[in-house]
């Protein structure tokens, strides 16, 4: 039995199947979800779990060369959410992109663990290093 670390079944086997430059969705609670892309739905309430306590628990065993998200993140969230998600994202070349060019990228992915986070835009696409 695990102790310690990601615990979920699902999760581990999808980070166990990335490899370099592939890619993986972190996303909110109300993001699309595709029918060809292995989604992980972690939703439990309003807030739980936040994207940005996935990233963390992922970033343990997970190289983020490269993050992208929607423009539209910097422009509707307040300073400390932007300060917050930077900070979790430091060490990685994040681009922001129009949310439509965003989405365009979401099939390239291997997984997407969907969340219950409630922050606007908080999706990302980690590229692996």
């Given at each position: 039995m695990l102790k310690t670390g990601i615990l979920?079944?699902?999760v581990l086997?999808?980070?166990a199947r990335v490899r370099h430059t592939n890619r993986l969705v972190i996303a909110d609670r109300g993001f699309p979800c595709w029918p060809e892309i292995e989604t992980i739905d972690l939703s439990l309430v309003d807030g739980v779990p936040t994207v940005l306590q996935v990233l963390a628990a992922v970033r343990k065993n997970y190289v983020v060369?490269?993050?992208?998200m929607a423009a539209e993140f910097l422009?509707?969230?307040s300073p400390a959410t932007r300060r917050a998600f930077s900070a979790?994202?430091?060490?990685a070349?994040?681009?922001h992109e129009p949310h439509v060019d965003f989405k365009q990228r979401v099939?390239?992915?291997i997984g997407l663990i969907r969340t219950g986070?409630?922050?606007?835009?908080?999706n990302m696409i980690l590229v692996s290093g």
């Open positions: 979920n079944p699902h086997s999808l980070l060369a490269e993050a992208f422009q509707v969230n979790a994202l430091a060490g070349t994040v681009t099939p390239g992915a986070d409630t922050v606007q835009y908080a």
